[in-house]
């Protein structure tokens, strides 16, 4: 009788753990347990991460006095990064908007060159710049983004050199207008009197190479009618590299519905941005708040459609529970518990992003009888005291050019020379 009765109770009980783990009442240790298991054999690429800002900011680049083992003021280290089972990140190259019309290309060729040197001198990760090669390392893939198109200063040749020192994705503005793009946000006035609508004919042509080139186009910060243009232009599929869900949290920042249904149709990517402001509107942002964005997002665009970009070392607040880049098995783990399986969580962690950049290297395949873009921008589109117009140099009348020992005879070889070989002239008066 008592054995009878015992065994009612605990299947009454059992039925009812179940519930209460259903419910996720019961703290349920196994699905970190799960989380961590597909996280090793799915290991994360993550689409945004400004550790090489903060490498400037703190140490001015200097990588002497920092051991990215173990350095604990950033959210980025190599032990957080295993921990956090991260097989591939992509490293921002970004330079602040006040160096537009100023130092913007050294600038951004510094902080290239600070991320190659973080993911060549380090044995744990490995410099990548192909899909192939993020798939199949076993090392952390590092893959190189320029945050911000002010940094190829409207020049199509210095975004085919970028592309050459490894720059592989990058995103059209940062917070501010390019001559050619326009950004989420006003706080800046550059390039603010212009309506482009979006992308004006120099934009198509950045558009155009980029997807010559197999350069992932990213539409975060961009604003939504640039966002739109490059979706209709592109013929390759694009991403937002670390951008939310607007209905979720009304941030100019996140992605709403109508682009999300155009992004799906261009096969592209939304990679979910942690920072708190942008997906925690009121209230406080813990792991829940980032699933909202996860579970929304997959409604309107698609598992398929959906990554991780979580922005650390970019912004100031994260979630609690979210704080750097070891806690991303704790998002999977309550994904599992929303009901996530597995083939959405293998595509949301690494499958799609490496789908898409394989479609973008496709792409450029097909492009390959395309010859390079000479479109240039119109002088007056992007005219500002730091940009050189070619034309006759203008001789000062007084100071030492125009001495009388060697002003004469320079003037007259100017005057020569440009008659000859009009642009070499502009040498003479670096
Ligand atoms: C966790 O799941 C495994 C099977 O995957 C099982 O053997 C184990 O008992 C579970 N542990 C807990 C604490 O529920
Ligand atoms: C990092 O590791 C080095 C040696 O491996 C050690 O000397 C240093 O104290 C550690 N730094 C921190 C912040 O743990
Ligand atoms: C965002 O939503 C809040 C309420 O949720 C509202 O007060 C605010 O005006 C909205 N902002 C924008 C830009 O729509
Ligand atoms: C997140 O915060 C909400 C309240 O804002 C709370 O209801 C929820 O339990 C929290 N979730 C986690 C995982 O901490
Ligand atoms: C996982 O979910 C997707 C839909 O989101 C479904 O197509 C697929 O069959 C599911 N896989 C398993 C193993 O349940
Ligand atoms: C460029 O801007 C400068 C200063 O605003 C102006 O003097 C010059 O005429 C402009 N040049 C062109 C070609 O628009
Ligand atoms: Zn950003």
């Known amino acids: 009788m008592f054995s009878l009765k015992g065994s009612g109770i605990c299947q009454y009980l059992g039925t009812f753990y179940i519930l209460l783990l259903l419910c996720g009442v019961v703290p349920a240790s196994n699905l970190s347990t799960r989380a961590l298991e597909l996280m090793s054999k799915y290991p994360l690429i993550d689409g945004h991460n400004d550790l090489a800002?903060?490498?400037?900011?703190?140490?001015?680049?200097?990588?002497?006095?920092?051991?990215?083992?173990?350095?604990?003021?950033?959210?980025?280290?190599?032990n957080k990064l295993k921990a956090g089972h991260v097989g591939g990140q992509i490293f921002a190259a970004y330079v602040m908007c006040t160096a537009q019309e100023m130092d913007a290309v050294r600038l951004t060729l510094e902080q290239i060159d600070v991320i190659r040197r973080i993911c060549t001198e380090y044995t744990d990760l490995e410099l990548a710049t192909t899909a192939k090669e993020m798939r199949n390392t076993k090392k952390i893939a590092c893959l190189?983004?320029?945050?911000?198109?002010?940094?190829?200063?409207s020049s199509l040749p210095a975004l085919r050199m970028f592309y050459l020192l490894g720059v592989r994705s990058m995103s059209l503005t940062h917070n501010c207008n390019t001559p050619w793009a326009e950004s989420s946000s006003d706080i800046y006035s550059y390039y603010k009197k212009r309506n482009i609508n979006g992308l004006t004919d120099f934009g198509k042509a950045v558009v155009d190479e980029m997807n010559r080139l197999g350069m992932l186009i990213d539409l975060s910060h961009t604003s939504w009618g640039t966002a739109r243009a490059v979706l209709q232009r592109?013929?390759?599929?694009?991403?937002?590299?670390?951008?939310?869900?607007?209905?979720?949290?009304?941030h100019s920042r996140n992605v709403p519905d109508d682009l999300l249904v155009m992004l799906k149709k261009n096969g592209g990517l939304i990679m979910v941005n942690f920072h708190s402001g942008f997906i925690a509107c009121e209230g406080i942002a813990n792991i829940s708040t980032v699933a909202n964005h996860l579970d929304y997002l997959k409604q309107i665009a698609g598992?398929?459609?959906?990554?991780?970009?979580?922005?650390?070392d970019g912004a100031n607040g994260f979630p609690q529970g979210l704080e750097d880049v070891s806690k991303y098995p704790a998002l999977i783990g309550e994904l599992l518990w929303r009901g996530?399986?597995?083939?959405?969580?293998?595509?949301?962690?690494?499958?799609?992003?490496?789908?898409?950049?394989?479609?973008?290297?496709?792409?450029?395949?097909?492009l390959s009888d395309t010859r390079p873009s000479e479109v240039q921008i119109p002088f007056i589109e992007a005219n500002n005291s730091?940009?050189?117009?070619?034309?006759p140099p203008v001789i000062p009348k007084t100071g030492n050019v125009y001495s009388v020992s060697g002003g004469f005879p320079l003037l007259f070889m100017s005057a020569l020379c440009w008659t000859i070989v009009p642009f070499q002239c502009l040498l003479l008066y670096c």
């Open 234 to 250: 592109s013929k390759a599929p694009v991403i937002f590299s670390h951008s939310s869900s607007y209905t979720i949290c009304n």
């Open 340 to 366: 996530w399986n597995e083939t959405e969580l293998a595509s949301v962690l690494r499958l799609n992003f490496l789908r898409v950049f394989e479609n973008v290297e496709k792409v450029r395949d097909e």
């Open 303 to 312: 598992y398929e459609h959906l990554g991780i970009g979580g922005d650390y």
């Open 386 to 391: 730091c940009r050189m117009e070619l034309k």
């Open 53 to 78: 800002l903060r490498l400037r900011i703190m140490f001015n680049n200097k990588l002497d006095q920092f051991n990215f083992y173990n350095y604990s003021k950033t959210a980025t280290n190599i």
């Open 144 to 153: 190189i983004s320029i945050e911000g198109g002010h940094a190829i200063d």
